[in-house]
């Protein structure tokens, strides 16, 4: 079984500052993994992914994020961070012969202030 | 391309009713999941439809059904709806089941039951 730990419910931020979202999964195989943003009233959109390859992902709207497997880690990072990045951010992992069904964390709240 | 839409946005039921949520696949897509997402917590997979076969099921109890029709729709069936069941019903398209393909989220079904 696999299972997704977002150790930090919410990361308060101000605007043009740096973040790091953390995640760590747990899983007895490998694992694909992946990075989710929710806005409000929204779906869920990918905004990276790590499946083989470069630890380094990066994704869309500037984040990246590192696929560390000794301490079983996928953190999201952005160097600096804008208003329009408030929404929920929700790591997930899937088994690679399991197809695209995903396991999901309990997500993190980042709200970026001025 | 049009998105995936889903159907209702909102809906109140009693406990020991029965609901239908639908979706609508995003143009192309032959694979829709379901996935359940209660208040503060990450979506949770219920099943996946491939070409109108249930193709993996999460930890759900058989009252949660579905179905997927030949245009690639699906519907979701709960019977017996219980208090615990209130929480935001998301359908997710692609083009097959397997991990390599990208999830299309719709907004969602947001359902409380009373």
């Known amino acids: 079984a696999q299972s997704v730990t977002q150790l930090d419910s919410q990361v308060p931020v101000f605007e043009e500052a740096p973040v790091e979202l953390r995640c760590n999964y747990s899983?007895?195989?490998?694992?694909?993994l992946f990075w989710y943003v929710q806005y409000p009233n929204q779906g869920l959109q990918l905004l990276l992914k790590?499946?083989?390859?470069?630890?380094l992902v990066k994704g869309i709207n500037g984040f990246e994020a590192e696929f560390n497997k000794s301490q079983t880690s996928f953190h999201l990072r952005k160097p600096s961070v804008h208003i329009s990045d408030t929404a929920e951010y929700f790591c997930?992992?899937?088994?690679?012969?399991?197809?695209?069904?995903?396991?999901f964390g309990t997500g993190t709240q980042l709200k970026v202030e001025l | 391309e049009t998105g995936v839409t889903q159907s209702p946005t909102h809906l109140i039921k009693t406990r020991g009713q029965q609901v239908t949520l639908r979706c609508s696949s995003q143009?192309?897509?032959?694979?829709v999941s379901w996935y359940q997402q209660a208040l503060g917590q990450g979506p949770q997979f219920i099943f996946q439809?491939?070409?109108?076969?249930?193709?993996g099921r999460g930890n759900f109890p058989p009252r949660f059904s579905g179905l997927q029709f030949p245009n690639y729709s699906s519907e979701l069936n709960v019977n017996a709806l219980e208090l615990d069941d209130s929480a935001l019903y998301l359908c997710?398209?692609?083009?097959?089941?397997?991990?390599?393909?990208?999830?299309?989220f719709g907004s969602g079904t947001q359902l409380s039951v009373l």
């Open positions: 997710a398209s692609s083009l097959g089941g397997s991990t390599n393909e990208k999830l299309f």
């Open positions: 899983s007895s195989v490998s694992v694909y």
């Open positions: 790590y499946l083989s390859g470069s630890t």
């Open positions: 997930a992992v899937s088994d690679p012969g399991g197809g695209n069904k995903l396991t």
């Open positions: 143009s192309g897509h032959n694979t």
């Open positions: 439809y491939y070409r109108e076969e249930e193709n």
